[in-house]
């Protein structure tokens, strides 16, 4: 079975950061990780992936401002969000592959707001 844990959501202003964490608990070995996010009223998109050689892709509208990270020894990935502005209010989801197949977290709301 695989489980994934998502944690660090919350409120914050305009021009703050934010760190996402996402522990899964599997007994497979773990393809991609990433994360993905669903804005009210919009379909869930990409936010950024990390594969388990370290290559990073990420959503233009967040290139520079967040970074994603992971710790393959501990099957955790990272999200850490700077300058974060009203649109990147959303539903954040925490994304793994094994073997071709997506499993999903629950999701961690995210509010950009002042």
């Known amino acids: 079975q695989v489980q994934l844990v998502e944690s660090g959501g919350g409120l914050v202003q305009p021009g703050g950061s934010l760190r996402l964490s996402c522990a899964a608990l599997?007994?497979?070995?773990?393809?991609?990780m990433g994360w993905y996010r669903q804005a009210p009223g919009k379909q869930r998109d990409l936010v950024a992936t990390?594969?388990?050689?370290?290559?990073?892709n990420y959503a233009d509208s967040v290139k520079d401002r967040f970074t994603i990270s992971r710790d393959s020894t501990k099957n955790t990935v990272d999200l850490q969000m700077n300058s974060l502005k009203p649109e990147d209010t959303a539903v954040y989801y925490c994304?793994?592959?094994?073997?071709?197949?997506?499993?999903w977290g629950k999701g961690t709301l995210v509010t950009v707001s002042s």
């Open positions: 994304n793994i592959r094994i073997g071709g197949k997506n499993y």
């Open positions: 599997s007994f497979f070995r773990i393809n991609t």
């Open positions: 990390i594969s388990n050689g370290g290559i990073t």
